[in-house]
């Protein structure tokens, strides 16, 4: 069995990807989630995971100027967080998510991790060292800033931790 993990962009990572995504979200079932009628942005980069040639599992990382009480700070954001039914269970994911959180530090811009999640897997990110945000969230829909509240907001501390306030993503939600 051979694995790779891969940091990608553009079009072709995108192609890569879909299967996977669709396999874990198909269209009957993401109409069916809180989450489902919202519009996301495209993810900047993407670490993939293969598994003999076939991606199973991504995190898609989307890099934002945003706002915290209305100051400018640069978030890392984490989205579109999958494992292949099949491969579960055996740090996929984990390794995914450390492999994006390195990636963003090493940028050395970037203020904090963030992320949005169901409360089913509050518990997985939890036990990777994120933590919840317990404020407002503003986001793009439409072209209208709204309240973001589909999902719960998680952050991870790369050069500062915050954990109280109001940000606003200044743009669509990942
Ligand atoms: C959530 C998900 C990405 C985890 O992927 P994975 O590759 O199985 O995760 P890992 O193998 O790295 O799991 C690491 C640990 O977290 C545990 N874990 C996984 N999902 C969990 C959950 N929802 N709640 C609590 N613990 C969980 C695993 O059992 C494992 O525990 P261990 O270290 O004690 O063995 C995967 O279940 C999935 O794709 N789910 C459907 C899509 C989804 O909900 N994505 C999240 C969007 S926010």
Redesign the pocket.
Known sequence: MSIEIEIATGASSRAAAAPLLSA?WPPEVLKALPWGHITFADPDLRVMIDRDGETV?HVGITRRAGTWNGRKVHIGGLGN???RAD?????????AINAAIHTLTEEHSIDFGM????P??S??YE?LGWQSFNGPVYAEQAGQRTSFTAMAPYVFRIRRLLREGTIDLCGLPW
């Open positions: 874990v599992c967080v999958a494992t491969c579960r269970g055996r740090g996929y994911a984990t390794l992320l949005f999640c169901e089913h897997n518990a997985f036990k």
